[in-house]
């Protein structure tokens, strides 16, 4: 499948402009999240950078920067250019990760989701975010005690909605 081929089948459109240019220039987004949005679309799968796969697969302390964090960027950048598909394969991704990460959740990788997810997040209880809160609620992060995570509940205000929905989704909070 060609690129244009592939980008028309996830919905993806481009100027006139650009499509009748040789190669196109994207300016705001990072190249590798970039080029694994595209190899993507070629093949309709993940790239072993962004998932897990295998029996052999193991996840380490590290999964949080190594692998989860490039998930969410993966899937916020499917999100700007609305690549659904895509999006469920790297919330898929990271809810496989989160579901058998056997470590405890430290702040700062909690911190670093949280940052990574939601100043990009529109929509609350979106599949990324639903992963996220219910993967802090489950691991009782450290995070939640401290003042920098009442700060990220009234920085992001989707991070509150989403933990409040989770919350009471998880039998948590009574309303």
Request: negative net charge; contains cysteine; charged residues 20%.
């Given at each position: 499948?060609?690129?244009?081929?592939?980008?028309?089948?996830?919905?993806?459109?481009?100027?006139?402009?650009?499509?009748?240019?040789?190669?196109?220039?994207?300016?705001?987004?990072?190249?590798?999240?970039?080029?694994?949005?595209?190899?993507?679309?070629?093949?309709?799968?993940?790239?072993?950078?962004?998932?897990?796969?295998?029996?052999?697969?193991?996840?380490?302390?590290?999964?949080?920067?190594?692998?989860?964090?490039?998930?969410?960027?993966?899937?916020?950048?499917?999100?700007k250019?609305?690549?659904?598909?895509?999006?469920?394969?790297?919330?898929?991704?990271?809810?496989?990760?989160?579901?058998?990460?056997?470590?405890?959740?430290?702040?700062?990788?909690?911190?670093?989701?949280?940052?990574?997810?939601?100043?990009?997040?529109?929509?609350?209880?979106?599949d990324?975010?639903?992963?996220?809160?219910?993967?802090?609620?489950?691991?009782?992060?450290?995070?939640?005690?401290?003042?920098?995570?009442?700060n990220?509940?009234?920085?992001?205000?989707?991070?509150?909605?989403?933990?409040?929905?989770?919350?009471?989704?998880?039998?948590?909070?009574?309303?």
């Amino acid at each position: 499948m060609n690129l244009l081929t592939a980008m028309r089948f996830y919905g993806l459109t481009l100027s006139l402009q650009e499509a009748s240019a040789s190669t196109i220039e994207v300016h705001d987004d990072d190249p590798e999240t970039f080029q694994g949005m595209m190899e993507f679309f070629y093949s309709n799968s993940m790239d072993s950078r962004f998932r897990l796969k295998g029996k052999d697969c193991r996840i380490y302390s590290n999964s949080i920067p190594n692998v989860l964090l490039p998930l969410i960027h993966l899937h916020a950048l499917a999100d700007k250019y609305d690549a659904k598909a895509l999006q469920e394969a790297t919330s898929n991704s990271a809810e496989e990760i989160t579901k058998s990460y056997p470590y405890e959740l430290t702040a700062k990788d909690a911190e670093l989701m949280i940052k990574a997810h939601y100043p990009f997040c529109t929509s609350v209880m979106g599949d990324m975010g639903q992963v996220i809160t219910k993967f802090i609620l489950r691991k009782e992060s450290a995070l939640m005690r401290t003042n920098a995570f009442d700060n990220f509940v009234h920085v992001y205000a989707n991070f509150g909605a989403d933990l409040y929905f989770s919350c009471k989704q998880g039998g948590l909070l009574r309303v």
